[in-house]
Structure formats: structure tokens, C-alpha cells
């Protein structure tokens, strides 16, 4: 039987001082942590941006304003619109993408660099030449 992660398990967090008990459905224990941590970076963000605020409460829900321009952001970066579901092409997707464009940028480059020392060296040619007469 496969190794399957257990998902929509109960997860004891904490966040800011605060100990909760959640149950995100689809999600890990791993992964609820690692949503607790964002969370918990971006309370500390606004803390920080504003320290007259000791309120969690007021901060978790700076927190998630902020959380939610994230997403609205994200959104405009993929092409989707409010209410659409966004397309997010797999990361192994862009990895390659990207190692081909290295991989062209590359070949470029040696192309340009191949030019130049042949331009160099008809100039050396050519001025040597020059020198000689």
C-alpha cells in the first residue's frame, strides 16, 4: 500500500502567543504548518510596520488583508480575473523553460563572443597589414 500523507487531520498551531486547533480539508499537517508560518510572518510584518497595534486580533486581520492582496496580485500575474481559477503551470514546466532560455542565452553568447574575436582579429589583421606597408 502506498505512503499516503494523512490529509484533513486535526493540527495543534500556534501563532502569535495563540494555540488553535485546526483542520484545513486537503491539507497535510506539514503543509498546515507551513501555512501557520506565513501567516505568522505576515502578522509580524504588520507588527513591525505598526507597533502602536497590540491587538492580535487586529493584526491577524491586517494580516489577512494583506494575505488576500497577495492573492488578488497573484491572480493578475497568471491572467485570471476575480472568481476565475487561475492556471499555474508546474514548476518542473518553468525549470525547463528556463534551462532552455539559459541554453539559448548561452549559444548567443558564444556566438557574439566568437564574432568579436573574429573582428579583432581582422583588425589586428588589418592593422598589422597597415604597419608592414
Do not use: Y
Not at 505568522?40 to 492580535?56: F, L
Not at 492573492?71 to 514548476?91: H, I, M, N, Q
Amino acid at each position: 500500500m502506498e505512503n499516503v500523507p494523512e490529509r484533513s487531520q486535526r493540527t495543534e498551531i500556534e501563532i502569535f502567543g495563540r494555540k488553535l486547533s485546526v483542520q484545513i480539508e486537503g491539507l497535510a499537517p506539514v503543509e498546515v504548518n507551513e501555512l501557520v508560518q506565513l501567516v505568522h510572518q505576515k502578522m509580524a510584518n504588520v507588527s513591525d510596520n505598526n507597533p502602536q497595534i497590540a491587538d492580535t486580533s487586529k493584526l491577524a486581520l491586517l494580516a489577512a488583508i494583506d494575505l488576500a492582496a497577495d492573492v488578488r496580485r497573484l491572480r493578475r500575474l497568471v491572467g485570471a480575473g476575480e472568481g476565475a481559477t487561475p492556471t499555474f503551470v508546474p514548476a518542473v514546466e518553468v525549470i525547463e523553460d528556463l534551462e532552455q532560455a539559459a541554453e539559448s542565452l548561452n549559444r548567443a553568447r558564444h556566438s557574439i563572443e566568437k564574432s568579436l574575436r573574429t573582428a579583432r582579429g581582422e583588425q589586428c589583421q588589418t592593422t598589422t597589414s597597415k604597419r608592414r606597408k
